[in-house]
């Protein structure tokens, strides 16, 4: 034995065990320093890879593990943080196909299989992460997280009674799941199980769930003050599972037009014999269901979306020239004064209650004679809306917006009402939603 080989050796021993003891720093300087002395040894390039992932850097981990693939391909190991590595960086294709290598030379790991399951949700094949799932419990009875990951699949393929029942057997397993009981609470509440659900909310609370999510998730239960506006962590455990299946839910099953609706109210607001609009922004794009509607009528086509998958989606469009991954107000607010021709919001203020501090931002970055389109869900009479509020938060915890309230908060950021149409804007449980569309413009 060399004495290059015995540092090398003695630099992967000091990285294991530090990674054990969950310090992935450490474990990936030994880790190089033992490169250093033995460059090339696959199981150091594949742990190497290991404390990468969990120091939340996906792209890093990969050229070591493709230079271990290289070396031996029969490695299941290091195909699985392949896998994982590509499924954090938005390549899901690729992830399914090195988990189908890994497959291929030994059973996967039940969390190889979990993140399968989580690949075919996002890509919208949810019965075949289902049987993904119950192949895996079958084998291992009361793993919580793929019984968490059943009741979401279950949730995407509409049957939320053998949903709940999953999260239930989640909990049953492990009691201090948070993301379990919360998703228990939710279609409690959709079930109009108020008092059952307000406890599972509970339980996610002390089993250490998102305050400010749970905050909002509880406030059409409890009959507390209402949020402002929907959290972003909620916004994202919304969209970013089932985003490769959104449009087709959305569009198809739900029948949804509000884009369309609301890119027809941009354009007949503007003037005849006006030049094309320079350029536009959609506010919460998503995966860019304006953009093809947009392109032909502007010189310039900005998204913005807080969803990493949405943007993604949108990008992949290829109508817009840019697509930015922000929360939205803050995105109005680095935008330069009067730089805007059109600003487009189709479905997105049913997360959104007060708009007031947008309008304002939409006023500023209008530029003379532009326009801003949007859509809301439209309260009913029945709904009670707290004096001075313009909005409700309804169990569905997406926002009703009253036309007066909008009027009055538009009036109040110098902006003026050019239309307000009503709309329907999609279905659900096969009754129509309605809907508002309404064009805002600067005062002249």
Request: proline share 7%; aromatic share 4%.
């Amino acid at each position: 034995m060399s004495a290059a080989f015995d540092t090398a050796r003695a630099h992967f021993q000091q990285g294991v065990a530090a990674f054990e003891a969950g310090d992935a720093a450490a474990a990936e300087a030994h880790l190089l320093a033992s490169l250093q002395h033995l460059p090339g040894r696959p199981s150091t390039l594949v742990n190497l890879a290991a404390a990468r992932l969990a120091l939340g850097r996906p792209a890093e981990a990969l050229p070591p593990l493709d230079e271990a693939l290289a070396a031996s391909a029969a490695q299941p190991d290091a195909w699985c943080h392949r896998a994982s590595a590509c499924s954090e960086i938005g390549r899901d294709t690729e992830a399914l196909d090195n988990l189908a290598r890994a497959q291929a030379l030994a059973p996967l790991p039940p969390a190889a299989r979990c993140l399968q399951a989580t690949l075919l949700n996002r890509q919208g094949r949810h019965a075949k992460a289902l049987a993904v799932l119950q192949a895996l419990l079958a084998e291992h009875p009361a793993l919580a997280d793929a019984e968490l990951l059943r009741g979401q699949t279950l949730q995407a393929l509409g049957r939320p009674d053998e949903a709940l029942a999953a999260y239930r057997a989640a909990t049953a397993a492990d009691p201090a799941l948070p993301d379990a009981w919360l998703h228990q609470g939710v279609l409690l509440a959709e079930a109009g199980q108020a008092e059952a659900a307000r406890a599972a909310l509970q339980r996610a609370r002390e089993a250490g769930g998102d305050a400010a999510l749970l905050d909002y998730l509880s406030a059409p239960l409890a009959g507390s003050a209402t949020p402002p506006v929907a959290p972003a962590v909620y916004l994202r455990l919304l969209f970013d599972p089932y985003a490769e299946s959104f449009d087709e839910h959305l569009v198809q099953q739900l029948h949804y037009r509000g884009h369309e609706a609301v890119v027809a109210a941009a354009k007949a607001a503007a003037p005849a014999g006006r030049p094309t609009p320079l350029r536009a922004l959609d506010l919460g794009c998503g995966s860019g269901l304006c953009g093809p509607l947009l392109r032909p009528w502007v010189q310039r086509l900005e998204g913005v979306d807080l969803s990493p998958t949405m943007v993604r989606l949108a990008r992949n469009r290829a109508c817009y020239d840019t697509v930015h991954e922000a929360e939205l107000l803050q995105h109005l607010r680095a935008q330069p004064a009067a730089s805007a021709d059109v600003i487009v919001a189709a479905d997105v203020f049913i997360y959104l209650g007060e708009l007031g501090p947008v309008f304002a931002e939409v006023a500023r970055v209008l530029a003379p004679g532009g326009c801003f389109a949007f859509s809301v869900e439209q309260a009913t009479e029945s709904e009670t809306v707290l004096p001075g509020v313009a909005f409700v938060l309804r169990r569905s915890l997406r926002y009703a917006h009253t036309e007066a309230g909008l009027r009055a908060t538009a009036a109040a950021q110098g902006l003026q009402v050019r239309s307000a149409e009503a709309v329907v804007l999609r279905q659900e449980q096969q009754q129509p939603v309605p809907g508002c569309v309404m064009v805002l413009q600067p005062h002249a």
